[in-house]
């Protein structure tokens, strides 16, 4: 009867061990997926974020020497824009005298001033100029207002 106390208790032991090996793994699973999405709203919002995935042994995480704005001007080799949106747009409608698409617009910002352009923002600024009277939309294509 003895050796069955000892394996009854041994066997009690591994499962309240295995209860608490149970507790702790989703202890971590719930944190990894709150670092997962903090990690995908950092890289959302322009952070490059240190990435949380598996690395190979003895290679230690990089960690962010350079704010976002500074890597992207040493990875892509430009400035930051000195210019708004809403004046690049009016510059470059005023450089088409025939006018200009939105699409080419958006082409336009990108090339001429390395602007990176969200078509809706483009869109809310042409939108600005146009009810403050700068801008007109005929044909599906902008153009500086005619002058009364």
Request: aromatic share 2%; charged share 25%; net charge positive.
């Amino acid at each position: 009867m003895a050796i069955l106390d000892q394996i009854g208790h041994e066997k009690q032991r591994i499962s309240q061990r295995l209860k608490q090996l149970d507790a702790e793994h989703t202890k971590l699973s719930n944190q990894l997926d709150e670092l997962a999405i903090a990690e995908r709203a950092l890289q959302r919002f322009g952070s490059k974020a240190v990435a949380t995935g598996r690395r190979g042994k003895g290679r230690p995480a990089r960690t962010a020497s350079k704010t976002g704005a500074a890597k992207r001007k040493a990875q892509n080799g430009h400035q930051t824009p000195s210019l708004s949106l809403n004046d690049a747009a009016l510059k470059a409608v005023q450089a088409h005298a025939k006018g200009l698409s939105a699409n080419d617009l958006l082409s336009y910002l990108s090339r001429e001033f390395g602007l990176t352009v969200r078509p809706n923002h483009l869109g809310s600024a042409l939108q600005r100029h146009r009810r403050a009277g700068r801008l007109e939309n005929r044909d599906q294509r902008w153009h500086l207002s005619r002058p009364n």
